[in-house]
C-alpha cells in the first residue's frame, strides 16, 4: 500500500482504527474521519507513534452537510484516493431523528456512505483500480427495504432498523458495482463479526445493555474485526473482483432479499432523491 492514499469513516475507535492501524502499517497514507476531534486526534497520535502518516477528518456523518464538508475538504486534501472505506455505523434502540430530518439509523448507516462515495466517486475514478470497501453485517440477512416505512416514523424497532440498514449497505454496494462496470472501481462489501467495541453504547436498550457484557470476553478484538476491511482494501488477490459479499477474508452469499437488482434500483432512487433535498 506504498504509496496509496485511504480514507476511512469512523476511524477514530474500534474496527475503524484497527483497520486504519493495519493499512497503515502496509504503507498507506491514511484519513480517518471520526465526529469528536479530541477522540480522533487521540486516535491518530497513536498511529502516527508508530510510524504512520495519519490525517485527521472530523465530521458528523448524520449530517448531510457535514457529509457535503468532509467530501470537499477529502478532495482538497487527496489529489488521489485509492481506497474508501465506508466503516461508519451504529445501532440507536430508540428512534432519533438527524437535523436533515431523517431517522438516525438510515441516515449514518446507509445515506452517509451513499452520499460519501458519490462525492468521491470522480477522484476515485481518477487513479488505477481504486476500491470502495463498505462495512456490512451479517444482520443483513434478516433485513427487508420497508418503503412503506422506511424511516421508521408509523413503527420503529432497533434492531429491525439495523438489519434494514445493513442489507441497504450490501444492496448499494452491488448497484454500485453494476453502475461502475467497465471502470477500474470495484466495490465490494463485508460482515466484520461480532466485535468488541462501543458499537450501540449511546442508546443500547435492554437486551443490548444486558448481553453485550456477558458475551463480550468471546468477541472478536477489533484487529481481528478489521481484517476483512484490509484484506479488501489492500489484497491483490481481490484486485478487479467487484460486486460480492465477503466475512472472514473469503466471499460468502449475502440474503436473497440483497440479491434483488429492482429493489437495488429503486433504493438507490429513493436514496439518491433524500440527500438531493440536502444541498
Given amino acids: 500500500m506504498t504509496g496509496k492514499t485511504v480514507l476511512i469513516t469512523g476511524g477514530s475507535g474500534g474496527i475503524g482504527l484497527a483497520t486504519a492501524a493495519g493499512l497503515a502499517g502496509l504503507g498507506a497514507r491514511v484519513g480517518i474521519v471520526g465526529r469528536d476531534p479530541v477522540r480522533s486526534e487521540t486516535a491518530a497520535g497513536q498511529l502516527r507513534g508508530a510510524g504512520a502518516q495519519v490525517d485527521v477528518f472530523v465530521a458528523d456523518m448524520s449530517s448531510q452537510r457535514e457529509v457535503r464538508r468532509l467530501a470537499e475538504e477529502v478532495l482538497a486534501a487527496y489529489p488521489r484516493l485509492d481506497v474508501l472505506v465506508n466503516?461508519?455505523?451504529?445501532y440507536w434502540a430508540t428512534r432519533h431523528t438527524t437535523v436533515d430530518g431523517l431517522e438516525h439509523t438510515f441516515a449514518v448507516n446507509h445515506l452517509a456512505p451513499f452520499l460519501l462515495t458519490d462525492l468521491l466517486l470522480d477522484r476515485l475514478r481518477e487513479g488505477a483500480g481504486a476500491r470502495v470497501v463498505t462495512v456490512s453485517s451479517a444482520a443483513q440477512s434478516m433485513g427487508t427495504i420497508d418503503f412503506a416505512d422506511l424511516q421508521g416514523e408509523r413503527d420503529y424497532n432497533g434492531q429491525?432498523?439495523?438489519?434494514?440498514?445493513?442489507?441497504?449497505?450490501?444492496?448499494?454496494?452491488?448497484?454500485?458495482?453494476?453502475?461502475?462496470a467497465g471502470s477500474p472501481v470495484t466495490a465490494n462489501?463485508?460482515?466484520p463479526g461480532v466485535v468488541r467495541t462501543n458499537f450501540g453504547r449511546e442508546d443500547s436498550g435492554g437486551w443490548m445493555r444486558v448481553m453485550?457484557?456477558?458475551?463480550?470476553?468471546?468477541?472478536?478484538?477489533?484487529?481481528?474485526?478489521?481484517?476483512?476491511?484490509?484484506?479488501?482494501?489492500?489484497?491483490p488477490e481481490v484486485e478487479g473482483v467487484t460486486g460480492r459479499y465477503y466475512a472472514n477474508e473469503k466471499p460468502k452469499s449475502s440474503s436473497k432479499a440483497s440479491q434483488d437488482t429492482a429493489i437495488a434500483a429503486r433504493l438507490w432512487a429513493v436514496s439518491a432523491e433524500l440527500v438531493a433535498t440536502s444541498r
Fill in 212 to 235: 453485550l457484557p456477558i458475551l463480550r470476553p468471546i468477541l472478536k478484538s477489533p484487529s481481528r474485526g478489521a481484517a476483512t476491511s484490509i484484506y479488501l482494501a489492500s489484497s
Fill in 189 to 191: 462489501v463485508l460482515h
Fill in 87 to 90: 466503516n461508519v455505523g451504529g
Fill in 160 to 180: 429491525r432498523a439495523y438489519n434494514q440498514s445493513k442489507l441497504a449497505n450490501v444492496m448499494f454496494t452491488y448497484e454500485l458495482a453494476r453502475r461502475l
